[in-house]
């Protein structure tokens, strides 16, 4: 199982960016899939998260209303649209999935089976 994470980058507060995660070895439309986050020196955040086994999906309050997740079956990636990005939104960003995760409430799980490397996002105020 591989993912790769992409689409990273420099944005102005604001702005938009999309990350995509294309996924081989695994079916993601079939598993639990989420996106996590980390800054330097602090705790990996889950920030958007779903599972198709219970329909539920998580998102960090701080991501709220900002930020989605979605998946497309036919080029199996996942994605992450982030809009109205704001400086404290900087960090590396990963993906991840599980086959064995059913529900993503009351939170991304942190023990994903599969994980991407990172995409860094710099949000520039």
């Known amino acids: 199982v591989q993912l790769q994470a992409s689409g990273g980058g420099l944005a102005q507060s604001g702005g938009s960016l999309r990350l995509s995660c294309a996924a081989s070895?695994?079916?993601?439309?079939?598993?639990?899939i989420g996106w996590f986050r980390q800054i330097p020196g602090k705790e990996r955040e889950g920030v958007s998260c779903f599972s198709p086994i219970d329909g539920s999906t998580y998102n960090a309050d701080s991501v709220k209303g900002r930020f989605t997740i979605s998946r497309d079956k036919t080029k199996n990636t996942m994605y992450l649209q982030m809009n109205n990005l704001e400086p404290e939104d900087t960090a590396v960003y990963y993906c991840?999935?599980?086959?064995?995760?059913?529900?993503?409430?009351?939170?991304?799980?942190?023990?994903?089976?599969?994980w991407g490397k990172g995409t860094l996002v710099t949000v520039s105020s």
């Open positions: 991840a999935t599980d086959p064995w995760v059913r529900t993503v409430i009351p939170g991304c799980p942190q023990g994903m089976d599969y």
């Open positions: 070895g695994i079916e993601l439309d079939r598993y639990a």
